[in-house]
């Protein structure tokens, strides 16, 4: 697994005057710039044929949440960053996602509660992600734990020996230094790259890593729906 010095030796050297960069006024925002550019991989990349990437696998969680008996939602956990796959009671059985919709689908969520002001008492039945919140109705007169099934955000690399979390091992280096490298010559064009090679070549490459990601991870498709009013969100 590649650490946090791997990573920066690879972009700066031990002391930011090695490397890709080769700036010294790079050095102290670099470890910032690879956690940056882990956590925007884990969120999804829009590819440039429009196609968002998907999850990686190797961050997939499950945490609980437990209801409010006064509102009609809570906070997710701390470490949510994607894809709500699953809300699941305290009996294990799944709590639905608006019909003909998924767990972000808030307007038809909006459309199928019994009551539009979320005043609802009774067990929860139906549940979608707006922000960071989890709305959901009915409201339990006694707080009840919820079990979500999501994919959270990667840990960030603080120390040098920290390893990059979520990211398949033999992506992580071209990956990282592809995307981190972009973004600096992106921004330096005048004083680093005045041509723009550095980021075309960079940028590109990233695209390149990106595209063998997302055919090793897979694409774990959302089925579509058709032939209900209820289908656009």
Not at 126 to 154: D, E, M, N
Not at 187 to 216: C, R, S, V
Request: glycine fraction near 8%.
């Amino acid at each position: 697994m590649a650490t946090l010095e791997t990573l920066k030796g690879l972009l700066c050297g031990p002391d930011g005057s090695q490397g890709i960069i080769q700036d010294e006024s790079f050095y102290a925002s670099i470890t910032d710039r690879i956690n940056d550019a882990v956590s925007t991989i884990a969120a999804g990349v829009r590819m440039p044929d429009g196609m968002i990437s998907p999850p990686l696998p190797d961050l997939f969680d499950t945490d609980t949440i437990a209801t409010a008996t006064d509102a009609a939602y809570k906070s997710l956990p701390t470490d949510y960053q994607r894809n709500l796959i699953m809300v699941a009671d305290s009996n294990g059985d799944q709590i639905a996602h608006p019909r003909n919709g998924n767990y972000y689908s808030f307007s038809l969520f909006l459309r199928q509660v019994s009551m539009k002001d979320f005043t609802e008492a009774g067990d929860a039945y139906i549940a979608c992600v707006k922000g960071t919140k989890l709305y959901y109705q009915g409201i339990p007169s006694t707080a009840k734990t919820l079990t979500l099934h999501f994919y959270r955000a990667p840990v960030d690399m603080v120390d040098k020996d920290d390893e990059l979390d979520g990211i398949p091992e033999h992506l992580q280096k071209r990956l990282i230094q592809h995307y981190v490298a972009a973004q600096i010559f992106g921004e330096a064009l005048e004083d680093l790259d005045p041509a723009g090679q550095g980021y075309k070549y960079h940028i590109n490459k990233f695209y390149e890593a990106m595209t063998d990601l997302i055919d090793f991870v897979g694409i774990d498709a959302e089925p579509e729906y058709f032939g209900s009013e209820d289908w656009d969100d």
